[in-house]
Nanobody
Framework: QVQLVESGGGLVQAGGSLRLSCAAS????????MGWYRQAPGKQRAFVAR???????KYVDSVKGRFTISGEYAKNTVFLLMNSLKPEDTAVYFC??????????????WGQGTQVTVSS
C-alpha cells in the first residue's frame, strides 16, 4: 500500500516563503512524474507544477518565477519551494505521483493535502 505524506504547510505573510515536501511510503515500481496540485476554497483542484524523472519541469503560469519543484526520485520524494507568496496562493496543496506498476499499468497516488494560508 503506497501512501504519500505531505509536510511544510502553514501560515505565512504575503511575500514570504514555504517549502512543501512529499514522501512516499510503500513499494513503487516506477515513478513517471511527481507533481503538486492545489484546491482553493470553493474551487476545483488545479495543477501547480510537475517534474519528470529526467528533470523536466512544468508550471502553471501564475506561479512561474516564484515556485520551484524538485525531486529526489531515488527517495520517492518531491519538494515545492514557494517564494513571494500571495494571498491568492492560499489553498490546500496535494502531491501527486503518476506511476507505472510492475504489471505494466499506470496508476496515480495522492497525498492527504497540506494547508497553505497567505495573509495580506
Amino acid at each position: 500500500q503506497v501512501q504519500l505524506v505531505e509536510s511544510g504547510g502553514g501560515l505565512v505573510q504575503a511575500g514570504g516563503s514555504l517549502r512543501l515536501s512529499c514522501a512516499a511510503s510503500g513499494s513503487i515500481f516506477s515513478i513517471n512524474t511527481m507533481g503538486w496540485y492545489r484546491q482553493a476554497p470553493g474551487k476545483q483542484r488545479a495543477f501547480v507544477a510537475r517534474i519528470t524523472g529526467g528533470g523536466n519541469t512544468k508550471y502553471v503560469d501564475s506561479v512561474k518565477g516564484r515556485f520551484t519543484i524538485s525531486g529526489e526520485y531515488a527517495k520517492n520524494t518531491v519538494f515545492l519551494l514557494m517564494n513571494s507568496l500571495k494571498p491568492e496562493d492560499t489553498a490546500v496543496y496535494f502531491c501527486n505521483y503518476q506511476v507505472w506498476k510492475s504489471d505494466g499499468y499506470a496508476d496515480e497516488y495522492w497525498g492527504q493535502g497540506t494547508q497553505v494560508t497567505v495573509s495580506s
